[in-house]
């Protein structure tokens, strides 16, 4: 079997360090206030909203289970709030997921890629942008994670708020649509969102030529 090559290497390194700045906030303080701060305005549709949008915001810097903020904010505000709330939040979730990768992580960048490979590796992902930020959208850590990874790289921000701006309504309306107080529901769809996701993405990359 051929050994990965360097540049191998050190995309799944700089990927494995920006999941773990992910995945850092869930492992010191947990999720568990999520669902009590919800209920807590359960019966305030507009407090409620403005709440869901609000953590739906700071998801790239907080443990926030974007999934259950929204079915829960669709299934008792309705699911027009739950689509609408959830696109907000989630849009202001991926402008400042872009600006930690652009002020933060961007800084890191250069220590693990020089400036040419990093040119090369910005251009490659420029040209299948809107694949890779909309189906990962929906798959929990990998979201932030490429949003944050593609503003590190210089991508520009407008560009990665346009190539998430419909995945985000989707997702939003998926959600919203099928949210009840079942925790089974919640896990269909979850699955099923997530298996759309993948089978876009297979689709996607086999008609898209390799860079």
């Known amino acids: 079997m051929k050994p990965p090559s360097d540049r191998t290497v050190k ?10 700045l992910v995945c850092l906030p869930f492992a010191i303080f947990g999720e568990d206030f999520v669902l009590p701060l919800l209920e807590s305005r359960e019966k305030q549709t507009g407090v409620l909203t403005l709440l869901a949008i609000a953590l739906l915001a700071c998801d790239s810097v907080a443990p926030i289970p974007a999934t259950l903020v929204i079915m829960y904010l ?5 699911w027009v709030a739950g689509i609408v709330g959830g696109t907000l939040g989630m849009c202001l979730g991926v402008l400042a997921a872009a600006w930690l990768g652009r002020t933060a992580v961007g800084r890191i960048a250069p220590k693990f890629f020089p400036d040419a490979e990093l040119a090369r590796l910005r251009e490659s992902l420029q040209g299948r942008l809107w694949l890779t930020l909309a189906c990962m959208r929906s798959v929990p850590v990998l979201a932030e994670t490429s949003v944050i990874a593609a503003a590190a790289m210089g991508v520009p921000v407008g560009r990665i708020f346009k190539a998430t701006l419909v995945p985000n309504v989707v997702v939003a309306a998926i959600y919203s649509v099928a949210a009840d107080d079942s925790a089974l529901t919640a896990g269909i769809t979850f699955l099923l969102t997530m298996v759309l996701s993948y089978a876009v993405w297979r689709i996607g990359t086999a008609r898209t030529p390799k860079a």
């Open 74 to 78: 669709a299934a008792k505000a309705g």
């Open 11 to 20: 995309i799944v390194l700089f990927v494995i360090f920006v999941m773990t």
